[in-house]
């Protein structure tokens, strides 16, 4: 990030080198970092805007002035998107798993996904429009398979014929 230069002088003073955090997740997007990064603080708790650096020259997928790195915290995770032009594409091999409470939330975070030009899959899965991977997973699921046995079996034989996640269903399952 030291080669960049920041939207502003707030920004640019915004973190001291012990600041930095350790780790850093590095989302590679064509060109639309910044757009990614405020849905994804607009859609998550626990989410924040950090600073937008801009390419302090030409670069091969860009020009002196765009947009190259952005700073934000998905769900309390570190993250750096990064304008870095279309050599190469997100798969399911990369995913956020987001813990959800209940169905309302379940549905609440599916549904910005999906209806943001993403795309459903199955098992909880769906993807967004930039390509990344969510696990939208609600806290009954996770315990159901962690209890293992003849509870764990039925959930996740449930689970198998879902695309969003229906806790209900899911509760019934455990139940039997």
């Known amino acids: ?68 790195t952005v700073a934000f915290t998905v769900a309390g995770i570190p993250c750096i998107g990064l304008n870095g032009g279309p050599a190469f594409r997100h798969s399911e091999a990369f995913s956020f798993q987001i813990a959800t409470d209940n169905q309302a939330e379940t549905d609440r975070l599916w549904t910005a996904i999906v209806d943001n030009g993403g795309q459903e899959s199955a098992c909880g899965w769906c993807k967004d ?19 293992g046995g003849a509870e764990a079996r039925r959930a996740f034989t449930a689970m198998m014929t879902m695309g969003k996640i229906d806790v209900a269903a899911i509760q019934a399952a455990r139940r039997g």
């Open 129 to 147: 429009r930039w390509g990344i991977a969510w696990q939208i997973t609600p806290r009954v699921l996770t315990a159901a398979l962690a209890a």
């Open 1 to 68: 990030m030291a080669s960049v230069v920041a939207e502003d002088q707030d920004a640019r003073n915004a973190l001291g080198e012990s600041e930095i955090p350790k780790a850093t997740i590095c989302l590679w997007y064509d060109t639309e970092a910044e757009a990614a990064a405020r849905f994804y603080v607009a859609t998550f708790p626990d989410s924040a805007m950090g600073a937008v650096y801009r390419a302090p020259a030409d670069y091969p997928s860009g020009k002196a002035g765009d947009v190259l």
